[in-house]
Structures are given as structure tokens and as C-alpha cells.
């Protein structure tokens, strides 16, 4: 296997300039995240017609020319579950990805297994198997065997191979635009996740009152602020179930603190002071500032009626060559029912009633629940043996 290995700003420089000519440039990264606050980048392979290359960022710690060029409108750009790719490419760039387009997502729009692994989808499409020698590899250390060089460009040497044929798919069913906007709409949750507040992920802290989820939110951008400067994970600095504890007892007393089972650990015992004055900024903020409570379960969602619709998203997306784990699931079923049969001012317009779900299945949804269509069994030797007809 023939490669190129970058391993300095010049030759970076250098790989990039020419790859920008490329129409197509296939991906994928390895890295690490089970101890630091951000996953930590090892290792970027790049495939495209006329390059195969490592490039490696414990080498070179500036690779913002390579997002810079991933985040360039022009090209198309494959990677598989691009999840931490696109967090990667916001980190080092500030944009998403431009012009992405995921062989794991695509292959749930073509009616394939979704979510896949990169292995089922190689063995499908390109009828390979991949190795799995390296699975547990710490891609951190150095140096990397060519054993693991090798193992890491597998996954990116059939990328566009495998794009040539899911695309081709995604025309012949007219999904185009469809995987573009779901592209668009997970790579802005992962700019999400960076860019805001995530304190309501806390958990546990669902059912607490406004001014305990204020302590929580105070408590919340501490620990932020503390994982980032010890650049660890953020529950290693103080733990979800703590943060609830100190919330329901709002106490800015030391000594109580202390005595709450955990807080003694050593690491939290010089930090009593900023935890203090985290609760302490909480207690301060007028009411009119706290944050609300998140709506209790409606009662007009009736659990049996939620069962029938979530039943009938694989049907709908079976007679649609969809994979139904893209469509949505039980919890958004739960949604858009509130949101027909309950209305409220401030609610947002359910996902399953926008974009290409709207279409498919928020409209079908609506016909269901004014009797305008019924469900039989079409076929009982069939894997989707039900079928919509009308009323």
C-alpha cells in the first residue's frame, strides 16, 4: 500500500494545495477521548483519486489549513459517522464540514441497516472485510507500527468507491436534498454542542425547582470552565449526581458541603471556595431571571395511541426505502402528538413535521389521526407486513 506520510507544516502545505483541485476527498480520523475535556486528534487519513496519506497532528499541531480546505465549498468531502469529524472541522476552522456527505447517512436513506458500521457497509457495498487487528490501539502514542498506518488508511481507501454507489442510490430515489439537509441538521447539533449551554443534560435535575436550576446552571459553567483548564472530562471534575445534591440543598455553608458523600474526595476539597460562590450566584439572580422548568408529559398523549404511530414510522418508512432509525423514534412520535392534540404558545414545530419527515411522515401523521387512513396487513410473510390504506 502506497502512501504519502505528512508529518511537517511545509508538506501539509504542500498536500493540501494539491488536493484542493481534487472534485472528491475522503477522510476519516483517529483519535482519543476517554481523559481529556475534547477528544484529542491523533491521526487524519485522506483518500482521493490520485493521493492516499497520513497526516499526523501530534507532528504538526496546526492543521487548520486542512479543515480551512473541508470547510471550502467546491468539492464533496465522504466520511462514515462523521459525528467527531465535524466537531474537528468547527474546532480547527470555525465552519462545518462543506459539501459532506456520509456514507453511514446515506446508507439510512437508501433503506440500508442505519445507524452502520463502516465494516457492514464495506462488506455490503464493496464486498471486503476489514481488518479489526487494531481495534483497542492507543492512537496517541508514538511511534505508530505500519501495521497501524495500514489498519488506519483501510478506512478511507473504499470511501469513494462506496459514495459512487450510495449516491448513485440517493439519485435514482430523488434523496439528494434530503441528505443535505440531514447532513446540515446533525453537523449544526455537533456546532450545538460546542457553541451553548448544555446544562439541562445535567442528570437528574429534570424535576428541580427554578432556583435549584439556576444552581445547577451555575454549577454547570464552573465545571466547564475547570474541565477545560485541567483538560479533563467534565464529570471527573465534579460529578452530575454531586451538582444535583448541592443544588437541592443550596446551601453556601463549607462545612455542610463537605459533608455530602463525594465532596471529600481529594481534587473537590480546594474548591469548596468557587463552589461556594457558583451556589452563591444562583441565590442572587432575580426571579424573573431563573430558568423554567421543563414541561411536564401532556395528558392527551394517549400511551396506546403513541404506540400505533411509533409502529407505523417503520411502516411508513419501509414503503418509503428508509431505514426507520433515521425517521425518528418514540420520543419525537410523543412530540408531534402534544404538539396536534395540545397545542401550546411557545412550542417549537415538532422535527417530524419539518423538512423531508414533514413530507414523508408528519402529513401522513395528520391524515392518520383525522381517520382519513387505516393500516392492514398486507402481507404476513413480508419483514414489513403492513400497508396504509385509505379510509
Known sequence: MQYESINNPEQLQSFCDNISREPVIAFDTEFVS????????????????????????????????????????????????????????????GKPIAGLF??????????????????TLVQK?????????????????RPLSEGQIRYALHDVTDLIEMYDQLNKQVNNLQRGEWLQEESERLQQKVIDGETKENWRRVSGASGLKPRQLEMIRQLWKWREQEAILLNRLPKRVLRDDLMVELARQGTTNQQKIRNIRGMERRGLQDKYGEIVKAIQTALNTPDDELPRR?????????????????????CISRQHKLAPPIVGNAEDVR??????????????TPALLQGWRGEIVGKTFRRILDG????????VSETQPLEFIDC
Not at 34 to 41: A, G, K, M, Q, V
Not at 126 to 133: E, Q
Not at 295 to 307: E, I, K
Not at 372 to 379: F, H, S, T, Y
Request: net charge neutral.
Open 34 to 93: 476517554e481523559d481529556t475535556y475534547r477528544p484529542e486528534l491523533c491521526l487524519v487519513q485522506v483518500a482521493t483519486s490520485q493521493h492516499l496519506a497520513i497526516i499526523d497532528p501530534k507532528e504538526i499541531p496546526d492543521t487548520k489549513i486542512f479543515w480551512d480546505l473541508l470547510a471550502t465549498p467546491g468539492r464533496t468531502v465522504i466520511a462514515h459517522a462523521a459525528r467527531e469529524e465535524s466537531r474537528f472541522c468547527y474546532r480547527y476552522s
Open 102 to 119: 456520509d456514507t453511514q447517512l446515506a446508507a439510512g436513506f437508501v433503506g440500508m441497516e442505519y445507524p452502520a458500521s463502516l465494516a
Open 125 to 141: 457495498l464493496v464486498n471486503k472485510t476489514l481488518p479489526k487487528g487494531e481495534t483497542r490501539t492507543d492512537w496517541s502514542r
Open 294 to 314: 421543563p414541561r411536564g408529559t401532556r395528558r392527551v398523549v394517549s400511551p396506546m395511541l403513541s404506540q400505533f404511530l411509533s409502529t407505523s414510522i417503520a
Open 335 to 348: 412530540e408531534l402528538l402534544g404538539y396536534e392534540l395540545d397545542k401550546r404558545k411557545h412550542d417549537l
Open 372 to 379: 382519513e387512513l387505516a393500516i392492514r396487513v398486507a402481507d
